[in-house]
């Protein structure tokens, strides 16, 4: 895709506005875990961040559909992504999903340790326009999870299906190890940060302030 420019700052804006309307209809009835934010509103900053850190109108696009094979239709949704948005975004979709099971069909998902273990593998071989998207997924959800934790305390990691945070831990520590070297310095380094700030609210004594 060619260059923004301040005369011409998208490359496809009926592309990006598209994939965020149908995401919005395929997610219109999903919340943030535990909340009744709309599940959109973490798509929305997904896409922000990537086109903060110099995402192409490509990677914004994936960036908002990049829940809904995963949550909403496994393989069958990712063949109608790739045809209504075309190959390179649902490429990016595919390579941003850590299962294209079908749930909603009665299909079950590997078991979470399976599935991160595997996704990290992934990311070690994916290429810096995957990881880019990934890295703005991740410290979003890094950035609410220290949010909840310092509001509401250890009781976040209920929300869960790992609930033990050590494994939370484990997982969101080796990602940044994966994408930090992939990734504009600006944002590998305010993932580091993010995620730095979890270990020490997990570590923190019982009843010392934050």
């Known amino acids: 895709m ?3 420019t301040k005369a011409a700052p998208w490359q496809d804006l ?4 598209a994939a965020s309307s149908y995401a919005a209809d395929a997610h219109c009835a999903d919340v943030r875990k535990a909340t009744t934010i709309p ?3 973490h798509l929305w900053a997904v896409a922000a961040l990537a086109l903060e850190h110099g995402a192409d109108d490509e990677q914004v696009a994936a960036a908002l559909l990049h829940d809904v094979v ?3 239709g496994g393989k069958q949704r990712l063949a109608e992504v790739r045809r209504r948005f075309g190959k390179g975004v649902a490429d990016l979709v595919e390579a941003l999903s850590d299962s294209v099971v079908d749930t909603s069909s009665g299909e079950e998902k590997a078991s979470w340790c399976e599935r991160k273990a595997a996704y990290l593998a992934h990311l070690a071989e994916a290429d810096g326009r995957v990881a880019l998207v990934s890295a ?3 410290l979003h959800n890094a950035r609410a999870i220290l949010a909840d934790l310092r509001s509401t305390g250890a009781e976040v990691w209920d929300r ?3 609930k ?4 939370q831990l484990w997982y969101y520590e080796a990602l940044t190890e994966t ?6 310095e600006p944002l590998g380094e305010e993932l580091e940060r993010t995620v730095a700030a979890i270990r020490a609210e997990v570590e923190r004594p019982d009843g010392e302030a934050s």
């Open 70 to 72: 995963e949550d909403h």
């Open 2 to 4: 060619r260059a923004r």
């Open 14 to 17: 009926d592309l990006v506005l």
């Open 179 to 184: 994408l930090k070297p992939k990734v504009p």
């Open 164 to 167: 033990d945070p050590h494994l």
């Open 39 to 41: 599940y959109l509103s």
């Open 136 to 138: 703005c997924d991740k």
């Open 160 to 162: 869960f299906n790992a």
